[in-house]
T-cell receptor, first 117, second 116 residues
Framework: NAGVMQNPRHLVRRRGQEARLRCSPM?????VYWYRQLPEEGLKFMVY????????ESGMPKERFSAEFPKEGPSILRIQQVVRGDSAAYFC???????????????FGQGTRLTVV | AQTVTQSQPEMSVQEAETVTLSCTYD???????LFWYKQPPSRQMILVIRQEAYKQQNATENRFSVNFQKAAKSFSLKISDSQLGDAAMYFC?????????????FGQGTRLTINP
């Protein structure tokens, strides 16, 4: 049973380009979370999705950032018109069911390091 | 909003010795979960140990144990018999137990160095 798979591991974009980060949850997991980690900081929650639904996007910047988790395929975090401040590691985590329904753990991927030049 | 604070940006310990990493948090909730995650240079986030707030007994996982002081809102991690492979960033995290809650709130991290 493969873990949470994120790709690419490293992504370099020029200012103004679009960045697409992919996350395939663990088999059987239908809940996905995205976090951002700036250099030398802890992870900050961005968005929580279930299949085809955004449940909580309170941590998402209002502009340029969007996320989806379609019925088929991986979850995508999309950053339009990237700026240098978007440079960070972006982590995806998945869980088999929603939290609060027992002691449900979320398992993390290895992250995508985005560098904006 | 909940906050998590790790006041030690860096710690070091001699191999085979014991080290304690500090974590405090702020919340108005009575039921929640607390976690310690390890992040080695590979960037993988690895769950080290978990504590349910309603349990008075401190969690233990092999060489890792916690000192959970609910009234003081303190959740420290003790690593016994430190090994070179323990070198990593360690993050303390909080999660509400409210139905539907999902966010992990992380501290700033402590970088642990193991001296051979």
């Amino acid at each position: 049973n493969a873990g949470v798979m994120q790709n690419p591991r490293h992504l370099v974009r020029r200012r103004g380009q679009e960045a697409r980060l992919r996350c395939s949850p663990m088999k059987g997991h239908s809940h996905v979370y995205w976090y951002r980690q700036l250099p030398e900081e802890g992870l900050k929650f961005m968005v929580y999705l279930q299949k085809e639904n955004i449940i909580d996007e309170s941590g998402m910047p209002k502009e340029r950032f969007s996320a989806e988790f379609p019925k088929e395929g991986p979850s995508i975090l999309r950053i339009q018109q990237v700026v240098r401040g978007d440079s960070a590691a972006y982590f995806c985590a998945s869980s088999p069911q929603g939290p609060g329904t027992g002691n449900t753990e979320a398992f993390f991927g290895q992250g995508t390091r985005l560098t904006v030049v | 909003a909940q906050t998590v604070t790790q006041s030690q940006p860096e710690m070091s310990v001699q191999e085979a010795e014991t080290v304690t990493l500090s974590c405090t948090y702020d919340t108005s909730e009575s039921d929640y979960y607390l976690f310690w995650y390890k992040q080695p240079p590979s960037r993988q986030m690895i769950l080290v140990i978990r504590q349910e707030a309603y349990k008075q007994q401190n969690a233990t996982e092999n060489r890792f144990s916690v000192n959970f002081q609910k009234a003081a809102k303190s959740f420290s991690l003790k690593i016994s018999d430190s090994q070179l492979g323990d070198a990593a960033m360690y993050f303390c995290a909080y999660r509400s137990a409210i139905q539907g809650a999902q966010k992990l709130v992380f501290g700033q991290g402590t970088r642990l160095t193991i001296n051979p």
